[in-house]
């Protein structure tokens, strides 16, 4: 799935082809893309429209259009664009066709990626501030603000890093190369991690998504550059995919785990598995105590 670093690759890209030029049509292929828009309203608001600007916030790429429009457009799992393609490619989903004679493609073999058109600064920030938390690679990307989100949070650290209404951009790739950069856990409780265990995080996350910009992207999946070249960020994991390979850092072998339904890559001797408060220890602190919840009772 493109993350921050692929998507900033692509909005990349696409700016010098796309701003300032006017779409003369848009096609919408599949209705999915639109739902529950019906795509012939999508395609009247974009067809003679013409691109302001290209951004990006957090996974979004941000169409400014005239008229104070933007699109909205999230590539999910399979999403990616393609700027003249000889050839129409399998599974196009939307065509744009813009002044000049060039064509922008959207394809999408899982056919889960959006787009949205919304009416003023007002209608885009309310989409985008409900779905989207605080954007790395500014400056309100802070350890103290991070702090504050996971507070009392029992979560384990990785999914808060993964939750975009938290933190806006970062996917599975990009959380195992910070908790790594940073030597934390993916296991530990986001609410116990400390004032320095944040700035490390914080530095991590900004230096691992810095580095899969500077590549260009992963192209692990189905991402591909505007022209379909593949990204390089791949070949440049520190963990991530890297299971039974040594730590780049110290040598012990790589594991997979899974936190969260997700396949995770970690070097436990550079980050190490939070401690247990395991039964036999809270015994021992507290002989006449009751049992943790879930502990197995005492055998007499
Ligand atoms: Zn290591």
Redesign the pocket.
Known sequence: MPELPEVETIRRQLAPHLDGRTIVTARILDPRWTRPEAPAAVEAELSGAQVMRVNRVGKYLVWSLSGERYLLMHLRMTGTLLFDPIAPPPHTRVLFDLEDGHRLVYVDPRRFGTGHVVHGTAARDAYLSARLGIEPLTPEFTAAHLRELARERTAPVKAFVLDQRRIAGVGNIYADEALFRAGIHPLRPAGRLSAGDWTRLRDGIEQALSAGIEAKGASIDDFRHLDGARGSFQDLFLVHRRAGRP?P????TIRKIVVGGRGTYV?E??QPRPRRRSARLSAMRDPGGVPAPGAEPARS
């Open positions: 730590c850092r110290c040598g012990r070097c001797r550079c």
